[in-house]
T-cell receptor, first 114, second 112 residues
């Protein structure tokens, strides 16, 4: 079974631009979560979607948004990019969301904002 | 709200020696606890999970962890380190709110 895939793997953007990252979960998984990883703040939860509904959201500004499609694929969008948005963005999928059922992570998208 | 504290940001061990990574959690409800490993330029790989079925949990690659409620701990161990164990390790907790809260991570270096 194929793992979680994220596209693109690497991205360079300029301050003020917007970016969209994509995540395809493992087949049959209906929950998709997004995390931001930076050297200073570590791994931080962005949001979680299940059957196209956002069930939880982390403490990030409104510039960070996401959505999930009917096939469980998910996208996250960051508008008006800031230098501090440079990070590794990780997507994770699971059958039912974090908790009893484990999450499987993709390789991440490395975003660099210049 | 739940949180995790990993004691020691860096651990250096000799090949063949015991690996011990410490994790303490805080949770207002019975937690689900996880250990993940991250190799350079890769995502996170699940090593093991605790979901209240057994206090001693065995994972992949020879790792195991013991849940101690009285100490609010979930330390990760491996009896004999291998060079391939060099990576960053993260402890995480979840409390039925559909998210993982991660510790700051511990980087393991293995000396030949």
């Amino acid at each position: 079974k194929a793992g979680v895939t994220q596209t693109p793997r690497y991205l360079i953007k300029t301050r003020g631009q917007q970016v969209t990252l994509s995540c395809s979960p493992i087949s049959g998984h209906r929950s998709v979560s997004w995390y931001q990883q930076t050297p200073g703040q570590g791994l931080q939860f962005l949001f979680e979607y299940f059957s196209e509904t956002q069930r939880n959201k982390g403490n990030f500004p409104g510039r960070f948004s996401g959505r999930q499609f009917s096939n469980s694929r998910s996208e996250m969008n960051v508008s008006t990019l800031e230098l501090g948005d440079s990070a590794l963005y990780l997507c994770a999928s699971s059958l039912a969301g974090a908790g009893v059922v484990e999450q499987y992570f993709g390789p991440g998208t490395r975003l660099t904002v210049t | 709200a739940q949180s995790v504290t990993q004691l020691g940001s860096h651990v250096s061990v000799s090949e063949g020696a015991l690996v011990l990574l410490r994790c303490n959690y805080s949770s207002s409800v019975p937690p689900y606890l996880f250990w993940y490993v991250q190799y350079p330029n890769q995502g996170l790989q699940l090593l093991l999970k605790y979901t209240s079925a057994a206090t001693l949990v065995k994972g992949i690659n020879g790792f195991e962890a013991e849940f101690k409620k009285s100490e609010t701990s979930f330390h990760l161990t491996k009896p004999s380190a291998h060079m391939s164990d060099a990576a960053e390790y993260f402890c995480a907790v979840s409390s039925n709110d559909y998210k993982l809260s991660f510790g700051a991570g511990t980087t393991v270096t293995v000396r030949a």
